[in-house]
């Protein structure tokens, strides 16, 4: 197992390097200038040519990279002289829009994005499970087939659809939540939850009607082995036959899937947090973007690629809990 994680950890830090690298040439390849975008509009020539020294522009993109990296692990200093600026530990870089470290912009809307795709996670595993399981226990009877068209309906639905008919029919019509404004969960749980009710029902139903036909699937394949017929001939109850045996082979599957869509949800959800106006990491990659701003960019992009692998890594951590033949 150890020589396992080590395995995984160098090629996590592989990917993440070969991400960055591929972030950054990019960049450099793009027709805007940096400097400019930082400079603002009413910049001089002479003062552009300051900035593009002060954020290191001038230097060969070896260089740059190479910077960029060692002030992930060690921090460094921008520029030289009186407009020398020290970025600490881990520094990646300073926002051209706003002057601000990256990695405190990140650090201030992942709250956001972590309680949204957490929160919907657990709404669409529920739904989603439930239903899948439910569906495959009840195959090919009324239940199976309305639950199944539900679920191609829900899937059918693009989320800014889902999440305008929300925020019309329970905030607008029915008035029975206000229109959501993240609140720290330490500061006013209720508050926390139902501010991002809506926007959990929204993502969960995309996802939940995913995961009920991938689910259902996998229930009816496991429910059909040998070793269900064994545990049941023994008299074990249904419902240890369905859970302990059945449901816990099937979830292979869905976990795997699982690991992907968490890890991409925790790094935003540029759609749903537009629309719900949430401060998420979403917004924040969407405004770098239009305004070029690469330090956030990057630092985004790091960001995102970090919760994947590391999603990945612990879902195949999970194999082996789930179905102990996956040690071997």
């Avoid at 027709?31 to 910049?43: F, L, Q, S, W």
């Avoid at 229109?179 to 720290?184: D, I, N, R, S, V």
Wanted: glycine residues 8%.
């Amino acid at each position: 197992m150890i020589a396992y994680l080590a395995r995984r950890l160098l090629a996590l830090a592989g990917v993440l390097l070969a991400i960055a690298a591929v972030t950054f040439l990019i960049f450099y390849v793009l027709p805007a200038d940096p400097a400019a975008a930082a400079c603002g509009k009413t910049c001089s020539a002479e003062r552009l040519a300051d900035v593009r020294v002060h954020l290191g522009l001038d230097q060969p993109l070896w260089k740059q990279f190479a910077d960029f990296l060692t002030g992930i692990f060690t921090g460094r200093t921008l520029g030289a002289g009186q407009y020398a600026v020290s970025c600490d530990f881990p520094c990646l870089g300073y926002s051209y829009e706003s002057s601000l470290p990256v990695w405190d912009l990140l650090m201030d809307r992942l709250p956001v994005s972590a309680s949204l795709a957490l929160g919907a996670a657990v709404l669409w595993l529920l739904l989603g499970l439930g239903a899948g399981v439910t569906a495959a226990l009840r195959k090919d009877t009324a239940t199976d087939k309305a639950l199944m068209v539900g679920a191609v309906a829900a899937a059918s639905l693009p989320v800014y659809f889902t999440s305008v008919m929300l925020i019309y029919g329970i905030i607008r019509v029915a008035g029975l939540l206000p229109y959501p404004t993240y609140q720290a969960f330490t500061d006013n749980p209720l508050g926390w939850a139902s501010n991002l009710l809506l926007p959990w029902t929204a993502l969960a139903l995309l996802y939940a009607a995913m995961y009920a036909r991938q689910s259902r699937g996998s229930m009816i394949e496991a429910m059909a082995e040998p070793y269900i017929r064994t545990a049941r001939a023994k008299g074990m109850p249904e419902r240890t036959v369905v859970v302990k045996h059945g449901l816990r082979s099937g979830m292979t599957p869905i976990l795997t899937i699982f690991g992907i869509d968490l890890g991409g949800l925790l790094a935003g959800a540029v759609i749903t947090e537009s629309i719900f106006g949430l401060p998420g990491i979403g917004r924040l990659f969407y405004g770098a973007l239009v305004n070029s701003d690469q330090p956030v960019v990057l630092g985004v992009t790091l960001l995102a690629a970090f919760f994947i692998v590391v999603a990945n890594l612990v879902v195949d951590l999970l194999y082996a809990v789930i179905d102990p033949r996956v040690r071997y």
